[in-house]
C-alpha cells in the first residue's frame, strides 16, 4: 500500500466509509507488523480530533497552519512524533490539517478501541467504566482503551442504547455527527447514522445536556425522561417531543414493538433493525399511528404484515454497487 492511499485509507477507516474490500485491505495492513498497528493507532486519535471539532472542519488547511503557528513551542515538543506518523502516511492535505491540530488531541500512551456490527447485528458491550452499550445494526463505536481524567468521552456512528454508570466527576460525552450528548449517569439512545436525515436522541431515566453545534453555534438542550431531540440536519431545525421510549429503544432486546407509534418511526426502527432504507411516497402516511409487535420474524414476513394491516405497499429497488442499504418504495 503506498503512502497517498494509505493516508486515505486510514482516514476512511476510522471514519466507517470504506467498502468491504478497503476495509480487509486496511485490517491485513494493520496486522502485518505491531508498527503499522501502532501507525494505526496514532492516526486514529488525530483524525478523532478532526472529526470531534467542529473548527477543524470548518478551515482550511492554510488557516489551520496559520493558527498552529501561534503555538510554535507546543508544536515543536511534538514534531518529532507527528513527522514519524505522517512520513509513513503520506503528506497529504488530510495528513497536512492532521499535523497543525495534533499537539492537541491525547497523550501518547491512549488506546483507543473501535467497536462495530455487521447489517442485521446487535452487540453488548462493557466499556471500561462499567457502562453497557447495545449497538444497533451498521453503527461503530470509539472508545478509549481505558478512561483517564475528566470526562469519559466516546464517539458514536449509526445507533446505540447507553445504560451509563455514574460518576459526577467524570461526565459521560457521546459525540456523533454534530451533537454531543452530556451525561452523569441515565439510560438513553442515541441515532445517528450517516445516511439519516435526522439526529435523534431520546431519554429512557435520568437527564442529559445536548449540545447542538450545527452551523458553528453551540446550543444547549435539556432533556427529561421520555423526550426525544430531533434534528433535521437540512434545515438545522430542531425539535423536542414526548415519545414512547420503549417502543424506540425496542430493538436491543430483538424485539420490535410500537405502541400507537407514527409510521414514520416504525419504518425507522424496521429500516434500522434489518439494514434497509425505505423511500416514501405519500407524506401524509407517515402521520399514522400502529401498534405492534415483532419477534424474530425475517424481513419479508414484517413488511407482508405491515402490507396486510395498514394498506401499504413495499417495493424492491435496484441495487447500485455504491449503495450501503437495499431500498424499498412505500407507496
Known amino acids: 500500500m503506498d503512502n497517498d492511499k494509505k493516508a486515505d485509507l486510514l482516514a476512511g477507516y476510522f471514519k466507517g466509509i470504506l467498502t468491504q474490500h478497503e476495509q480487509d485491505e486496511v485490517e491485513n495492513w494493520i496486522n502485518a507488523s505491531e508498527e503499522n498497528r501502532e501507525l494505526a493507532r496514532k492516526a486514529c486519535r488525530l483524525e478523532q480530533y478532526v472529526a470531534q471539532y467542529s473548527f477543524a472542519r470548518n478551515r482550511d488547511d492554510a488557516e489551520l497552519l496559520r493558527l498552529s503557528e501561534a503555538n510554535t513551542a507546543s508544536i515543536m515538543r511534538r514534531r518529532t512524533f507527528l513527522g514519524r506518523v505522517f512520513r509513513a502516511l503520506g503528506n497529504t492535505a488530510v495528513a497536512a490539517s492532521l499535523l497543525a491540530l495534533g499537539y492537541l488531541l491525547f497523550s501518547d500512551s491512549e488506546v483507543l478501541v473501535k467497536v462495530s456490527t455487521d447489517n442485521g447485528e446487535v452487540a453488548e458491550y462493557v466499556l471500561p467504566d462499567q457502562t453497557t452499550v447495545w449497538l444497533n445494526t451498521n ?110 429503544t425496542s430493538w436491543r432486546t430483538g424485539q420490535i414493538n410500537f405502541n400507537h407509534v407514527p409510521l414514520s418511526d416504525v419504518l425507522t426502527i424496521i429500516g434500522n433493525t434489518f439494514g434497509i432504507r425505505f423511500v416514501i411516497s405519500g407524506d401524509k402516511i407517515l402521520d399514522d399511528t400502529y401498534t405492534g409487535s415483532f419477534s424474530g420474524q425475517p424481513l419479508d414476513e414484517v413488511l407482508s404484515t405491515l402490507e396486510e394491516v395498514a394498506s401499504l405497499h413495499f417495493k424492491a429497488l435496484e441495487v447500485n454497487d455504491e449503495d450501503k442499504y437495499q431500498r424499498y418504495i412505500v407507496y
Do not use: I
Open 139 to 248: 453503527s461503530s463505536l470509539l472508545y478509549p482503551e481505558s478512561f483517564k481524567k475528566g470526562k469519559r468521552h466516546v464517539r458514536l456512528e449509526g445507533e446505540a442504547f447507553f445504560d451509563v454508570a455514574r460518576d459526577e466527576s467524570h461526565p459521560f460525552v457521546v459525540s456523533a455527527r454534530d451533537c454531543d450528548v452530556e451525561v452523569l449517569g441515565t439510560q438513553f439512545d442515541v441515532s445517528a447514522y450517516p445516511d439519516s436525515p435526522e439526529f435523534r436522541a431520546t431519554l429512557v431515566s435520568g437527564s442529559v445536556r445536548l449540545v447542538n453545534k450545527t452551523g458553528g453555534r453551540r446550543r444547549s438542550t435539556e432533556l427529561f425522561p421520555g423526550q426525544r431531540f430531533s434534528l433535521d440536519h437540512e434545515s438545522g431545525a430542531s425539535t423536542v417531543t414526548y415519545v414512547d421510549t420503549e417502543s424506540l
